[in-house]
Every structure is written in C-alpha cells, then in structure tokens.
C-alpha cells in the first residue's frame, strides 16, 4: 500500500511547487527514515528546504534544515557543503517571523552561520547582509543600516546573494525607514527590469505602492500594482506583499482590496509564518475599518469556520454590514502579535507600525 | 564594361559564421529558412508597390556528378547596389549597437544580410544575381567565407527579383537533398502565402498549400472542422479531435488551440509551433500562452511579436504579455460559452485535463463559478464530479493534506461525512473557495481531532463503570503529550484513532527532529515547540464497540492494561503514518517482546493443562 521512495520521488518530480509536493518529500522523508537511509531522506529534505522556503512553509522549512545540518555534522563526507550552507540564509531569512526565538539564539544563529562560511572560505559580507536582515524584521532600522554599510564595503563571494536580491534589501531598508524617495530610487533598476530573480520584483513592487501614492505617482502606482500583484497572487510565500497591496487599495480601490482580502484570508489562517499573519491581519483591518465608513453595508465573506467571526452575526445581515467588527477582530489579534514581537526585539515597533495605518 | 569593385567585411566573417552556426541557431538547416525568408521579403515588398504582382519563389537543385549547387528564385523586389552595401553593413552595424539587431521591429522578420550568413554554414561560395524592380543595372555579388565579397554589374537585364546560387560544401550534402529540401520546405514555410515550388525529378512541385480562409480569420474555423484538424495533424503530427480557435483584438495574432487527446503532466514542456509572419519561426514556444493551459497544442501566427536573437522564442515584453493575456481569454472564452451551450464537450475536456482546468480555476474564481460542477475530486464518496456531491450534499469537508485524510476516512465515511482529499494539487484550495462560487453549500476544512464530534459518549453508568480504567489508561499516555478518550464510533473494526491538531502535529514533528539536530537548532526547535504546547494534547480515541478494546476494559487485568495501552497508542501511530520518536519506538520493541513472552506462557500453561 505504502509507495516506495522512488515511487514517490517520481510523483514529486511531476509537480509543481507548493503543499501537495511537499507532502509527498515528507513522505518520502519519512520512508526513508523507516529504512536508515541517511542519503535518500537527506535528499528528500532538502527539496522539502527549498520548496517550503519559497512557498510559504518557513516553519517546516527550518525543522527539515534543522534535520539536515545535524546529519551533516555527522557525516561530513557523505554531503556537498556547498547546498546546505547557501540554504543556511534561507533560514535565517525568516528566523525573526518567529517570536518565540529570542535574539540570543538569533544571533548564535547568525555566528553559527558566519563561522561555517568561514571555515569553508568564504566571507562575512553573507553574515553582515543577513544581520542586517534580521535587524531589519526586529525594527531596528538604524543598527540594520550600520550592517549594510559594512556589507556594502566587501567583495561578492561564491554565497551571495544575486544582485536583484541584495537591491531588493536596499529597497526595503529604504522603506523601512520611511524614505519614500530613496525608496523608488533604489527600486529604479528593478523596476526597469534591469535586475530580476525568482522572487524580484515580485517582493520590490509591494514596497514601492505607498510611496508612489503618496508622491501623487498614482498611475504609475496603480500600473505597478497590476503587474505586481499578478506576480505573487499565488503563492502562499508572498502573504506579506499580498497583503501591502490589500493595504494600498484601500486608499485607492477598497472594493479590490476586499476582493484580495477575501481571496487570501483563509491562506492566513493556517499560515506558519507568524509575521506575515500580523502584517495580514494588520493591513487588511485597515481596509476593514475604512469599508465600515462606507455609506453602503459591506459584507465580508470569510469561511465559516473562521475564528473572526465569532459572537459577530451573520455574514451579510441587513444594517451596517459586518465590515466594522470583523477590522476591529483582526486588529486585536495583530496587535496580540505585534506585542510578541515587541518583547522579543525589546522596543515597539510593530504596535506603534500597526497604530499608524 | 563590366565594373568590379572589391570591399570588406569589417568583421571577422569566419568568427561571426562560427558564432552564427555554433551559438545563435539551432541547426545549420535554418540556412533554408533565412532564404526563404528572404525570398518572401522581397516579394512582399515588391507587391507594396506592385500590388498585382503574383509572388513565386523557386528551389532547384542542380550538379549531378560535382558539388550540388542549390538556387532559390523569387520575382521580388530585387537589390538595388545601394540595398547591397546597406544589407551587409547591417552586420557591422549590430556590433555597435547595445539592442540587439535581430529583435528591432521591422517590416520584415529577416534582414537580407545576416540570413544571407547563415548560408555560409552549409555553402563556401555565394553568388546572388538580382535585379531591383526600381531599375538600374543587374548585379552579380559573390561572397566567401574569408570575409570578401565583389560586386559585379552584369551587361544584360534580368527579370526583377533576385536569385541565390549555393555550392554544398563538403560535409554539407544532407542539407542539399531532395527529401530534406522538400520536408524542410515545408516544415518552415507551411504558412507562406506564396507559392513555393520545388524541382524535382518528376518536375516543379507546389509545396505549401494555398492559406485556407480560417488563417486570417480563425473565428471561421468553427465551420471548417474537418479541414482544421487535418492541418493541425499535418503539421503537429497528432491525430486532435476538438480544438478552440485564438484571436488577439488587433487581429494580429492569431491560431488554433488544438486540444490534446490525453491528459499531460503539469511539468511537461507546453512545445506550440508559432509562425511570424507567416514563417515558422518556433516549434517550442513555451512562453505564447499562460501557464495554465497545458491541455492545448497549438498552431500560432502573428505578426507582432519580437523574437530574441536566435529567432525561436519572444522576448519576455509587455507585448507578449499582451498576446498572451489575449490568447489566453480566448481559450477561457471558449470554455465559457462550452459550458453553457455544449456541456458535453466541456465534459470531454475536463475528463482528460482536470488539472488543467483546476490550475485555471485556482486562478480565476468567475472561470471557477462557471465550471466547478464537472470538476473530479477524491472523496470519501469515491471519485465524483463536484456537482453530483453537491446535489447529494449540503455539507461538504475536506482535509488540508493527505495524510489528514488518510487518517480519518474511514472514520469519516462511517459516520456517513463526505470528506474531499484535498491533498491533491489545487484542491484544497478549490475547496475553500466553495462557497464563494457556489452559493448554499457548506463547506468545512475537517482536521483529524474532527471526527470525534460524531462519537457516541459514554452514558453515565459506562462512565462510572470504566473510570478507574480510563484514568489509568490516561496516565500511562501522559508522558506521550496524549489523553485517552474511550468512545463508541464505526466502524467497529478499528480500535483506536489517534489525532491531533496541526499545532500538535508540527509539535510532534519539532520534537522528533530535536533528537537529530546540532545542540544550537536543537534548542531553536525547542523554543518554538515551547510556543507550541498550548495546542494541547493528542487525543487517542478507545472504541468500546470494538471487541478487543472492550474485552480488555473488561477484563479486570490492571497488569495488562498499561502496556495494552501503550501498545495501542503506537499502533495507531503506525496506523497514521507518524513517524515515531525513540521512546515510542521503545514501547513497540519491549511491547511486543513482552506480548511474545506471555503468549508464550499462555501456551506452556495451556499445554501443561492439557498434558
């Protein structure tokens, strides 16, 4: 009845990325653990690290490379370094969506990182760049400069980044900061095309929205928003962005931004990367609360078993719509996470992010 | 009288013919291509200005015993001494430029001099004879590989148009027979609109058929089925029985969406063969039309696209993002119209290329609406169609993985749920947007701990009466994050279902990778696990109306129960397909020694009985 590892790989091959591929490495995985077969469910793993990486299962994705460098460190000779330390950035990529993980453990992370690039020959430009990634998810946009100054000084080596990337960051560190005219400045060549990855401009143009807005570039805004939200409206990685563009809309197309809302809430609710949940719920409470202004009622669909709808009544039930009380649910719980992560980063950044929309 | 004048390339023509042949095309075939490309510029060009002008373009092949030289002829507009210097200067002209020369628009797809290069991969001598239909003298030009030409004005007038002379060279013969130049021919120039005729042995041979009226207005089509299909089979080599016709607004794309008889992997290469300008200029275009319609091979033609240097695939620009969007919503268009005058043949579709369709519905919920009721899913209730589950049922549940529906399908269908797998591709996402296209249906995501709300309880005497039992079946899981539950539920057979909620089970997998993780991720795992312990404990579900679960609660045996438990919770583990960590691998190897062990001493008593 089970299917054999090859069976499964082969499934896994004929698929395109995303859960149901994932599904099939863990098992995969798991077969090969049943059998001891170090090499097979390390292969398997590290497709799992990559796929869930990019398709927005971080939390799986660090529990497979959890796994991997474990196996690795006992068996040196039996894996290729060179895959499992660039995916090691993966990683740490995302490590700070996580509230639990205390900044101690962020940072051994990081030097854990940078000694292994070290002992295999490479530079700390790759640990200067994800500190000040790190930084930069923690609100502590200052200290997250400081490291890209430093970052910036160096050398490419053999792991960094591709060039779109690493001007990506740039963008969002602008952002961050509030520069809304160094923020389209450094978005310039991504937004010309000039510098493209696999995930840029995918996550650049979501950056640019607000800021173009509020220069009064609004049609080119609302070009960028087309042509951005096309590229991200379909993988789960992107809630973050997906939700920027909710957020966006509801100062300048509410009743598209519901549309996006209702699409991706129910991705939201099971979402593993707790970050993103808050930015979602925080965007999409905004374009809530302004819906509720409306003269019309407004009538979220949300699935029923959705844990925003309770003690609120019937979706769509004559008066003033459900729009005002399902914002002010979402708000709570961003907030509830928002103070997480506050705690954790030792300041208040995202209560004080969320208060300002 | 005859003048002749000599001048240079200023490339290396040697390096530029190595980079053409090794780097740029695919094959030193396309020479045939580039000539006929040529050949139908010229033609078009002189009928801008002679619109009367009856195109022809003429292939022979002559040289029997020697060398074969090939000679292609059409009454084009011919080369002016002017056209000459101009077309070849174009070469030195692309190294200067950034863009890249071969992806300018311009009125014609080939640029006589570069096409005119490609034929040094086959041929080391080339000799053009032309004539412009502007006037002025004949010409003779001939080139060498070395980099060289001369231009030569001839004493007598030609007919206006241009003919090209190619020596084979050696090692080129395949390129110059009959039956390649014929397939070859045809292969590239199917869709040219003038004729083409070949010499052969039995005499000129028309190649390409004349355009049937469905080229240029592929709505018409639809009345030319038979003729249609045979071109598509012509031409892709498969036998098709239905296809959708393409057409951009402006008219300038167009084609036929052929639609393949089978179903085909989501991974496979989408090869469509594209004709610009009439010209094949691909036959695995793979970025023409969005990503989700795989179940189509098509037929495309346009005139407004831009090819990358190579000439087989588009530049990734706003443009083709244009056509693409464009025939894309023809395909869309043509379903929806299916959908509600020909159901039957949207069926046919949908039974062969569901993913397809699905693909398309995750994307698009208006095309969702229209076409979720023929769309197949795996459910509790067998293979069905979601219409027919849906005019059975009011409520419908689904599981995020399969692995989720593994472990509580039988369950769920014995309590009479119908429980969608939604661990295919797509369909749990399909799923959670029921409700959004189909109004009046309820639609829930069921995780495992779900099931157990059709569980019959215990009535209250059951209660007091297996107490002491229950808890201490209890305590024996505690140390496994599980309580015990004891139920009554179907079916029968199964005595105990383990569940837990997706926090417990990422909980379960967290701590499973702790035991092989390095000591700094280890306790990273540990502090999200941490976060995680409020999701609660697992659940292990006791069925009372199976035989041996009640036999043994009944039993009264206090020294059973613990590893009988234990026991238990792991088989449902195995049941489940969890991985098991080390203590509870434990468990099963003393388990099942210490079930050994005393069925081993049940017999010896009962042999000793008996003896």
Known sequence: MSKSYEELMDEVYDLPDGLAKINLLEEAAREADLRNDIVDAYEARSMIVENATFNGYPMKALVAFSWMLGQYDKNRDLFDEYNLLWSYKWILDKISCFPDIPLTQINELLEDMRNRYKEHGYSDRTYYFYTSVNLLQQGKVEEAGEFLKKFRSMDEDMMSDCTACEQNRLVEYAAAAGDDEATLEAAKPILKGKMTCGEVPHVTISKVLMPLYRLGQLEEAEKQQKKGYKLIKNNLDFLQHQSEHIYYLSKTDPFKGLELLERHYPNMLGHENPFDKMMFLAHSSALLELLSGESVAVAVRLPESSPHLNGIEGQGSEGKGNAGPIAAAFREDALVLADRFDRRNGNTFYRNYIQSL | ?611
């Not at chain 2, 030609?158 to 003919?163: A, D, E």
């Open chain 2, 1 to 611: 009288m005859s003048q002749q004048d000599n001048y240079r390339f200023q490339v290396n023509l040697g390096g530029m013919i190595d980079i053409l042949s090794n780097h740029l095309y695919s094959s030193p075939k396309v020479y045939l291509r580039e000539l006929l490309q040529n050949a139908v510029d010229a033609v078009t060009a002189r009928r801008e200005i002679e619109p009367s002008a009856e195109g022809s373009i003429k292939i022979d092949v002559t040289g029997a015993g020697g060398p074969a030289t090939l000679t292609i002829q059409d009454n084009g507009i011919g080369l002016t001494e002017e056209n000459i210097h101009e077309f070849l200067a174009v070469i030195g002209q692309s190294s200067k430029r950034s863009g890249d020369l071969l992806a300018q628009n311009t009125t014609f797809i080939g640029r006589f001099g570069i096409g005119l290069l490609s034929c040094f991969m086959v041929s080391d001598e080339i000799v053009v004879l032309t004539q412009s239909a502007k006037g002025g003298p004949s010409l003779e030009w001939r080139g060498k590989p070395d980099g060289t030409y001369s231009i030569r004005k001839l004493d007598t007038e030609l007919t206006p148009g241009t003919r090209v002379f190619l020596r084979c060279k050696p090692g080129s013969e395949a390129y110059f027979e009959q039956e390649f130049l014929e397939n070859s021919i045809y292969y590239y120039g199917a869709m040219l609109p003038y004729p083409i005729t070949l010499q052969t042995e039995q005499g000129f041979k028309k190649i390409n058929e004349t355009l049937p009226i469905w080229i240029k207005h592929p709505d018409m089509a639809r009345s030319h089925k038979a003729e249609v299909l045979a071109w598509g089979e012509r031409l892709l080599g498969e036998r098709f029985r239905d296809f959708i016709p393409l057409q951009t607004a402006s008219g300038r794309t167009g084609g036929i969406a052929f639609i393949l008889p089978q179903g085909v992997n989501l991974n496979a290469k989408r090869a469509h063969r594209v004709y610009l300008k009439h010209m094949l200029v691909s036959e695995k275009a793979e970025n023409i039309l969005p990503d989700w319609a795989f179940f189509v091979k098509c037929l495309i033609w346009s005139d407004e696209l831009q090819l990358t240097a190579s000439r087989e695939h588009f530049y990734e620009n706003e443009q083709l993002e244009e056509v693409r969007s464009e025939l894309g919503e023809s395909i869309r268009g043509e379903l929806i119209t299916m959908a509600e005058l020909a159901p039957d043949r949207l069926q046919a579709i949908i039974g062969a290329h569901a993913l397809s369709m699905k693909a398309l519905a995750v994307e698009d919920d208006q095309f969702y609406r229209i076409i979720y009721r023929w769309l197949p899913f795996h459910s509790s209730a067998g293979q069905r169609e979601l219409g027919e589950l849906l005019r059975e049922h009011k409520h419908l549940y689904y599981t995020l993985t399969l692995d989720e529906y593994r472990q509580i399908t039988h369950v769920a269908a014995a309590q009479s749920l119908v429980v969608i797998n939604g661990g295919y591709i797509y369909d749990s996402e399909l799923m959670s947007r029921l409700p959004l296209v189909h109004g009046g249906v309820e639609v829930e995501r069921l995780l495992p701990e779900d099931v157990s709300f059709t569980f019959t309880d215990l009535t209250g005497d059951e209660r007091r009466y297996y107490y002491e039992a229950t808890r201490s079946a209890d305590a024996v899981l505690q140390d496994f994050r599980t309580q015990v539950q004891l139920k009554r539920f179907k079916p029968s057979e199964l005595p105990a279902l383990y569940t837990l909620s997706k926090e417990s089970s990422d909980l379960r997998s967290l701590e499973l990778t702790r035991e092989a993780a390095t000591d700094l991720f280890s306790s990273v795992l540990g502090n999200l696990s941490t976060g995680l312990q409020n999701a609660g404990y697992a659940t292990l579900y006791l069925n009372l109306d199976n035989p041996v679960i009640s036999r043994l609660f009944n039993s009264g045996q206090s020294a059973i129960l613990p590893i009988a438990i234990k026991m238990l919770y792991v088989n449902a583990l195995m049941m489940g397909h969890y991985p098991m960590n080390r203590q509870e691998l434990a468990v099963l190897n003393n388990g099942i020694i210490q079930f050994i062990d005393w069925g081993l001493s049940s017999n010896h008593n009962n042999g000793g009985t008996t003896a």
